[in-house]
Structures are given as structure tokens and as C-alpha cells.
């Protein structure tokens, strides 16, 4: 097997804790460089992954009742999913928040981000909406919220390192009947 073509079926998706938070900065920092290098400027890249990606904050976060998953092949992190109490406006008291979930480039298209998702949803059926805020300008992540049922409900600006990006703010109803 090349290089480019990495082997999926060996990826395991399993819950993290706190424990994992070294990990979960890892892939953090590698997917969100990964995705907005050239996008966002680096001054801002670095200082957020070095204030939102640290151990320390996942730790906090996972302390505190966020939820975490971790994509690994063969034991290294190649994606993750964190769910989290909504901090957007549109935000009911009742909804919940997918903070994040990147996959590393070279397993785009490969159904991991598609099982991390199925694992965050698995874990929301007490909740009536999931809330996420994405880049105005990511279309391949706004593409893959569409298919799974997300609608925009407004924006936001979203301070990266000092800097503010707009995002579209969408919901996926958790209690709709879903077509397939």
C-alpha cells in the first residue's frame, strides 16, 4: 500500500479522557494547521493552537463535561471529535455543541469523519439540536454538514489568535426523522 493511500479499516474510534489530552493536542494543532495554513495567518494559527489545542485547556474542558474522540491508526491520533455546552449566541439552554472534528488531510474521504460523527451523535440523543460554527469559507466542511442534515441558523465571528473569521453557525434538529 502507497504512501497516499492510507489503510482505513485499521482506524479505531474510541472515547478519550483527560488522560488522552497530549494526544488531543496533537491532532489538534496538526489538523488546524493543516486545514487553514495559508488561510489564516500564522501569527494567529500559532497563538491559537497554543491557547485552544494545549493539553492543559483540553483537560479543562474534558473536566468540566466536554466530551472527546479520538480517530488513531496503530495508535496514532489521525483525527478527533469534541462535543461541548454550546458558547454560541443562537444557542438554546437545551442544545449542545460540536466544538470540533478534523480528520488529517491524507484521510479525507475515507469515513472516518463520517464513524467520529456517528460517535458525537450517539451521545446527543438528550439534546433536541447540535449546534457547530465552521469557516463561511470551508466548503468541504460546510459540504459534509449539509449531507448530515445541518442548516444554517446564523453567523458569528470567530477570534482565531486575535483575529476574527466569519463562520456560519448551522444546527442539525437530533429528534427530525431522517431521510436516508
Given amino acids: 500500500m502507497s504512501d497516499s493511500q492510507p489503510q482505513t479499516t485499521k482506524v ?9 489530552a497530549a494526544r488531543l493536542s496533537l491532532i489538534s494543532d496538526a489538523t488546524f494547521l493543516e486545514t487553514f495554513a495559508g488561510q489564516i495567518s500564522g501569527e494567529a494559527l500559532v497563538a491559537h493552537c497554543r491557547e485552544k489545542h494545549a493539553p492543559a485547556y483540553l483537560t479543562k474542558l474534558i473536566d468540566q463535561g466536554a466530551k472527546a474522540w479520538l480517530a488513531e491508526l496503530d495508535g ?23 466544538k470540533k472534528i478534523y480528520v488529517l488531510s ?8 463520517a464513524r467520529l460523527f456517528d460517535a458525537v451523535l ?9 449546534l457547530l460554527g465552521v469557516k463561511a469559507d470551508n466548503d468541504r466542511a460546510i459540504a459534509f454538514y449539509t449531507k448530515n442534515a445541518f442548516n444554517p441558523i446564523g453567523t458569528r465571528q470567530f477570534n482565531v489568535g ?3 473569521y466569519d463562520d456560519l453557525v448551522l444546527a442539525r434538529d437530533l429528534h427530525a426523522e431522517m431521510t436516508p
Fill in 12 to 20: 479505531t474510534i474510541r472515547a478519550a479522557s483527560a488522560e488522552d
Fill in 76 to 98: 496514532s491520533p489521525v483525527g478527533y471529535a469534541l462535543l461541548t455546552a454550546p458558547e454560541l449566541e443562537a444557542a438554546r439552554d437545551d442544545d449542545i455543541e460540536l
Fill in 162 to 164: 486575535g483575529k476574527l
Fill in 106 to 113: 491524507r484521510f479525507h474521504g475515507s469515513g472516518i469523519a
Fill in 122 to 130: 450517539a451521545s446527543c440523543s438528550a439534546y433536541p439540536r447540535l
